[in-house]
């Protein structure tokens, strides 16, 4: 069975030869299931667009979204979120992956955006959660351009709570015998090395990935394979899991030259 998983597009028109080449060589691979983990295009008519390019591509075609696909614009974040995201997705033929879940044969697939609980802060550093709220829209643009009415704690138990019910549910399907985890955030340490020179990256770590998710997903005896997008650069680890290890990958991808990983399971 051939997954293949992409993410961080960032759909510009000005490239858009170099995403239509993408979306050639991604029907050449002939996935039997393919995914966007988030990260689309920005505004809402980029998003579709970014969709749009897997129009042909004959197998299950899956969804999350990212950080940036939720920044106002036509939209403010809470409709984009509940409303106006999900319905591009589904207009376009996409399942909506924070809201269901995917089994081909044996295979189980589980995902979700994993927003940030401040859980990768850097260890190193003094501050505690109330600090990276205030200082929050000195690093970070989703301060400037997300506003939904919900706090990253808030946002971030949510969405783990809805997630960890559909993991649960692929671990006790006796159909089920392996689960491939999809997030747009990281949600292992080893994607986020510590850079103790860097004060400015230290203090991002808290906003790029979730290691809570991490902690559930390596207790999950059937989780095999994860992959992540969010930090534009590529990497590829074994990590522990509760039953084997677990082959954790980051999506390489930079605006207008998208990546892939591709699991063969």
């Not at 990260?39 to 999350?64: E, M, N, S, T, Y």
């Not at 401040?118 to 400037?144: E, G, M, V, W």
Request: aromatic content about 10%.
């Amino acid at each position: 069975m051939r997954i293949l998983i992409s993410g961080d597009l960032h759909y510009q028109p000005a490239a858009r030869h170099a995403y239509v080449a993408f979306a050639a060589w991604v029907r050449s691979q002939a996935p039997d299931c393919f995914i966007l983990a988030g990260d689309v295009g920005h505004p809402l008519r980029l998003f579709r667009r970014g969709l749009d390019l897997f129009a042909g591509l004959r197998c299950p075609r899956l969804l999350l979204a990212g950080n940036h696909d939720l920044y106002r614009g036509e939209h403010d974040s809470r409709t984009l979120w509940e409303h106006a995201l999900p319905k591009q997705a589904q207009e376009a033929g996409f399942l909506w992956l924070e809201g269901t879940t995917l089994r081909l044969g044996s295979v189980g697939v589980c995902g979700t955006l994993g927003w940030y609980d401040y859980s990768a802060r850097a260890p190193h550093l003094p501050f505690a959660t109330a600090d990276y709220r205030r200082i929050k829209p000195l690093f970070n643009h989703d301060a400037d351009y997300i506003d939904w009415p919900w706090s990253d704690l808030a946002m971030a138990r949510y969405l783990q709570r809805g997630f960890a019910r559909r993991l649960a549910a692929l671990e006790q399907d006796a159909a089920v015998t392996q689960i491939v985890v999809v997030t747009h955030m990281p949600i292992f340490s080893a994607a986020l090395p510590d850079y103790l020179e860097s004060e400015r990256y230290s203090i991002q770590r808290a906003f790029l990935g979730n290691f809570t998710l991490g902690d559930l997903v390596s207790r999950t005896a059937k989780v095999t394979h994860v992959v992540s997008g969010h930090l534009h650069r590529s990497g590829a680890w074994q990590v522990p899991g509760l039953a084997q290890p677990i082959d954790f990958q980051v999506i390489g991808s930079r605006r207008g030259q998208p990546g892939a990983v591709l699991l063969e399971v």
